[in-house]
Every structure is written in C-alpha cells, then in structure tokens.
Nanobody, 124 residues
C-alpha cells in the first residue's frame, strides 16, 4: 500500500515563492512517475507538473512553465514542487500522486495513489 503526504502549503503574497514536498511510503523509488495536480475551489483538478520514474524527464502545465519546478529525491521517496512568482490564480489545493507507470502523464486517471492535498492561498 502506498501513502502520500504533502507538506508546505500556506498563505503567501503575490510574487512570493513556496516549496511543496510530498513524501511517499511504500513502493515509488525509481519505478513510477510522480506528479502534482491542483484543484481550485469549484473547479476541476488540473495537471501542474510531472517527473518520470528516473527523474530525467519533466513536463509542466502551460501555466507552470517558467515558474514551477518539479524534482524528486528517490532515496527519500520525496517529490518537490518549487513555485515562484505566485499569482492569485495559483490558489488551490495541491495534490501529489504516483503514476501507474514510469512515464509522465497529464491525465489524472493515469495516477493510482493520491495524497490528501495541501492548500496554497496567494493573497493580493
């Protein structure tokens, strides 16, 4: 059984930076891709960023390109999301998830384990 736990959310100001982390218990290692999704209140869940099982490949949603960076430390079973230049529209609950295979997918249906989420609020 895999359990994921996100940390690092909070209330920040426009333009601030924030780092989210997600620690997994159970098999993740270098076998599965990991991803971050977010869900603004009243809206659908959307893909933020993904990283392949090896950590060699990353992919970002359009809004995240140039501002967010995903990384992983497989030895610690941890994935990070560094977010810079935060905007009010980045306000959402952020979830990490383990992919079903080694490659990155933007489709939430390709992820089989999810964390509980952490709230990020960007105040103007």
């Amino acid at each position: 059984q895999v359990q994921l736990a996100e940390f690092g959310g909070g209330l920040v100001q426009v333009g601030d930076s924030l780092r989210l982390s997600c620690t997994a218990s159970g098999p993740t290692g270098t076998l599965y891709a990991l991803g971050w999704f977010r869900q603004p209140s009243g809206k659908a869940r959307e893909f933020v960023a993904g990283i392949s099982a090896s950590g060699d490949n990353t992919y970002y949603g359009d809004f995240a390109k140039g501002r967010f960076t995903i990384s992983r430390d497989s030895a610690k079973n941890t994935v990070y999301l560094h977010m810079n230049s935060l905007r009010p529209e980045d306000t959402a609950v952020y979830y990490c998830a383990r992919g079903s295979f080694i490659g990155i997918s933007c489709n939430y249906e390709s992820y089989d384990y999810w964390g509980q989420g952490t709230q990020v609020t960007v105040s103007s």
